[in-house]
């Protein structure tokens, strides 16, 4: 029997080219996660529930990557956090508060307080009458005055499709805040206000669907409930669906993958694969991008437990090569394997413990001997799996259960915005010394030198 060789990420550096002189600032690091889905940061939080719930999610999308919201819940737990992440930049407030026209000004006041909003469309039944903000009533003193002597009756407002800059020209051109949305018949829709727009002006790299919302994945398994979590998650409007099976080279996988394309129209990247065989595999079956890493991951224990898995850097390189976006799955751990793995070809990396542990991965801090920790933990550690039955009422046998996840505190390392910045400056740095301004040149140029031992330790490896 013939063995192969396989290199991974502390194996081997990238050489450097002569340059253009691109600065670090300029060079383009945006990417397709598949045709249709394109994000400025190519990184994606792993769908791990020690990592990816709404705040993770939320960090990503605004930083220019995206989150993928883990299945070890219920399906209405996942669609929530979905929801969350959709609700939270969308310039158009759907409900907004309202006041009727009899509300007098100490209940005004007291609403204002309770929901930290200033000011209120004024409706009677669902018609807008008026608009009353803090400049109508900031200077008022008597408590029983109603809000119809104290409302602007000539309310500015627009239609409910209107455009984010159409909607700005309207806000500047009237000097408002606050900018209301009818129907027709002048029935109240929908808000939009100055803050909201400022708000989502202020991430200009973030991830946004068609309708300027938060981008965010969720995903799914292959087990009974597959095609009904789909639709839920699908309807709460993710942008696309990552099946998570840790062997993706399962024929079942390929069927859901299928089915899927077939019900819905939505994106699915599958997984997880690590060579051309798994690929094809995948990628016949309809898959849009595709997961590549066995046991690379740093609370796998695949390959303790089973013995099977493909080197990381090379499994990369070698599924590139079929075409598909490949989405690099586990074991990155510091920039440089960030780096390499965009160079061997990948599309997109996704991340899980580097981002452990932060501000925004689920779970409570704990203290131990004066240090703070979070919980990393994989997915097929017992706790994960006795968890997720238990938030499911399902019934398991944890006795006959080998786990191939570990679980392990991980230092608190404050808001995963600083950790993403890194990586990218990281990944930065390599494109400019690969005289590369985007990431298909990047590709195109990248050549590794393998390391020796002393190599590796004059790389700090
Ligand atoms: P990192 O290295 O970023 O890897 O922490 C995250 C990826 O690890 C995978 N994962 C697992 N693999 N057993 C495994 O063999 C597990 O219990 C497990 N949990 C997560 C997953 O692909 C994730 O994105």
Redesign the pocket.
């Known amino acids: 029997m013939e063995i192969k060789e396989a290199l991974t990420f502390d194996d081997v550096l990238l050489v450097p080219k002569v340059s253009k002189a691109y600065s670090r600032r300029s060079v383009d690091t945006s990417t397709n996660i598949t045709d249709s889905l394109k994000i400025n940061i190519p990184i994606l939080s792993?769908?791990?529930d020690t990592?990816t719930e709404a705040p993770m999610a939320i960090a990503m999308a605004k930083a220019g990557a995206v989150g993928v919201i883990h299945r070890f819940n219920t399906i209405e737990g996942e669609v929530n956090e979905i929801t969350k992440v959709k609700r939270e930049q969308n310039i158009v407030i759907e409900h907004p508060y309202i006041v009727k026209k009899d509300y007098t000004l100490s209940e005004l006041k007291s609403l204002s307080l309770e929901k930290g909003v200033s000011g209120f469309p004024v409706v009677d039944g669902t018609r807008l009458i008026g608009i009353v903000t803090r400049r109508d009533y900031e200077f008022e003193t008597e408590p029983s005055k109603k809000v119809s002597e104290m409302m602007t009756r000539d309310v500015i407002s627009a239609p409910k499709n209107v455009s984010m800059e159409s909607a700005k020209t309207i806000m500047k051109r009237e000097k408002i805040e606050k900018l209301p949305l009818v129907d027709k018949n002048n029935i109240l829709v929908g808000m939009i206000t100055a803050r909201d727009i400022k708000l989502a002006e202020g991430y200009s790299n973030a991830s946004k669907d068609k309708k300027g919302r938060l981008m965010v994945g969720a995903s799914i398994g292959i087990g009974s409930d597959y095609m009904e979590r789909a639709r839920k998650l699908v309807d709460a409007e993710a942008d696309f669906i990552v099946v998570?099976v840790?062997n993706g080279y399962l024929e079942k996988v390929a069927d859901v993958v299928k089915s899927l394309k077939k019900n819905f129209k939505i994106d699915v990247i599958a997984?997880?694969v690590a060579t051309r065989e798994g690929v094809e595999h995948l990628k016949k079956a309809g898959s849009d991008a595709i997961?590549v890493?066995?046991?690379?991951?740093?609370?796998?224990?695949?390959?303790p437990v089973a013995g099977v898995g493909y080197p990381q850097l090379a499994a990369i390189i070698d599924c590139a090569k079929s075409g598909i976006s490949i989405i690099a799955?586990?074991?990155?751990?510091k920039s440089a394997d960030f780096a390499k793995a965009m160079a061997g070809g990948a599309s997109a990396a996704?991340?899980?413990?580097?981002?452990?542990g932060t501000d925004e991965s689920p779970g409570a801090i704990v203290t131990k001997e004066n240090q703070n920790y979070k919980f990393?933990?994989?997915?097929?550690?017992i706790n994960?799996y006795s968890d997720r039955a238990i938030k499911v009422e399902e019934t398991v046998d944890l006795e006959g259960y080998t786990?191939?996840?570990?679980e392990k505190l991980i230092p608190y390392k404050g808001s995963v915005v600083k950790i993403v910045n890194n990586m990218v400056g990281g990944l930065r740095s390599a494109m400019t010394y690969l005289n590369s301004e985007n990431l298909k040149d990047f590709r195109r140029n990248a050549s590794f030198v393998r390391l020796t031992e002393s190599g590796k330790k004059e790389s700090k490896y």
Do not use: H, Q, W
């Open positions: 792993s769908n791990m990592v998570d840790a997984g997880n997961k890493g066995i046991g690379p991951g740093g609370a796998c224990l695949t390959r799955d586990g074991g990155i751990t996704m991340v899980g413990g580097l981002f452990a990393y933990r994989g997915m097929a550690s994960a786990p191939e996840g570990t």
